[in-house]
């Protein structure tokens, strides 16, 4: 009895197991599949495609150890906890959580906005850039370089944070052809909004006749540009996003 109890336990785990993995196999074959369908140019060559990546997630991973350390590290930690219980500081960072505002707007925002955070911007931009690379991505940006393929970063990070951050990163940053981010300058433009993705293609006016492929780990990000033309790859892991453009044909 005990054996037959096992056996179906066993029968059961097993076609459980199959179909999870079925159902994940015949979703990324969908994924590829519908992106092969939208792909204009065929082959794909550095000529008639470009490669755009996002940052966060995809290239640069969060270093939460480097974040302790530095936040520690810091002079004011006691001050600055003082001026966090402030209510108006709280009402302020509610209101940008409610606009979906960026990393850029808090830190700087906030600082300049009360006058106690003002010296602990450079301690914000500091943490925001606490970053370790994807090696594995670094590889493959490498590659793509070497075939000839354009490449642009395509980011929420903003522009003063960014600034920071390319200056830590030049191994990185000197990849891309072209960086396009928000900035007070244009109003903070991120995506998903509409507007960031049209800010994105004006700034992309002299390759309107190539084909665009955009890299994002946030698959409303990829959604939204599909609908502007753009080719939108939802990012998993460096595996994932090798296999499919040795898939189509780029490696």
């Given at each position: 009895m005990s054996f037959t109890y096992f056996s179906f336990v066993f029968l059961i785990s097993s076609f459980i197991t199959y179909f999870i993995i079925n159902k994940i196999r015949k979703k990324f074959f969908w994924k590829t599949t519908q992106i092969k369908s939208l792909?204009?140019?065929?082959?794909?060559?550095?000529?008639?495609?470009?490669?755009?990546?996002?940052?966060?997630?995809?290239?640069?991973?969060?270093?939460?150890?480097?974040?302790i350390k530095t936040f520690f590290a810091s002079k004011g930690k006691l001050k600055l906890f003082i001026?966090?219980?402030?209510?108006?500081?709280?009402?302020?960072?509610?209101?940008?959580?409610?606009?979906?505002?960026?990393?850029?707007?808090?830190?700087?925002?906030?600082?300049?906005?009360?006058?106690?955070?003002?010296?602990?911007?450079?301690?914000?931009?500091?943490i925001a850039n606490c970053?370790?690379?994807?090696?594995?991505?670094?590889i493959l940006l490498k590659e793509l370089k070497n075939k000839g393929y354009t490449l642009q970063l395509f980011s929420n990070i903003g522009t003063q944070i960014f600034k920071?951050?390319?200056?830590?990163?030049?191994?990185?940053?000197?990849?891309?052809?072209?960086?396009?981010?928000?900035?007070?300058?244009?109003?903070?433009l991120r995506k998903p909004h509409q507007n960031a993705f049209l800010n994105f293609l004006e700034k992309n006016k002299e390759n309107s006749n190539k084909q665009i492929l955009?890299?994002?780990?946030?698959?409303?990000?990829?959604?939204?540009?599909?609908?502007?033309?753009?080719?939108?790859?939802?990012?998993?892991?460096?595996?994932?996003?090798?296999?499919?453009?040795t898939k189509l044909g780029i490696f």
């Open positions: 792909i204009k140019h065929t082959p794909i060559t550095p000529e008639n495609t470009i490669i755009v990546f996002d940052l966060h997630d995809v290239i640069v991973n969060y270093d939460y150890i480097k974040i001026t966090m219980l402030n209510p108006f500081v709280w009402w302020n960072i509610i209101k940008l959580i409610y606009n979906n505002a960026i990393a850029e707007q808090y830190i700087i925002g906030l600082g300049k906005e009360h006058k106690n955070l003002t010296p602990y911007i450079p301690l914000g931009i500091a970053q370790k690379a994807n090696p594995k991505m670094i920071d951050f390319k200056q830590k990163n030049p191994h990185i940053i000197n990849y891309f052809d072209k960086v396009i981010l928000p900035s007070q300058e244009n109003g903070y955009f890299i994002d780990d946030k698959e409303k990000n990829t959604h939204k540009a599909l609908s502007h033309g753009i080719i939108g790859i939802s990012f998993k892991s460096e595996a994932q996003l090798r296999e499919l453009f």
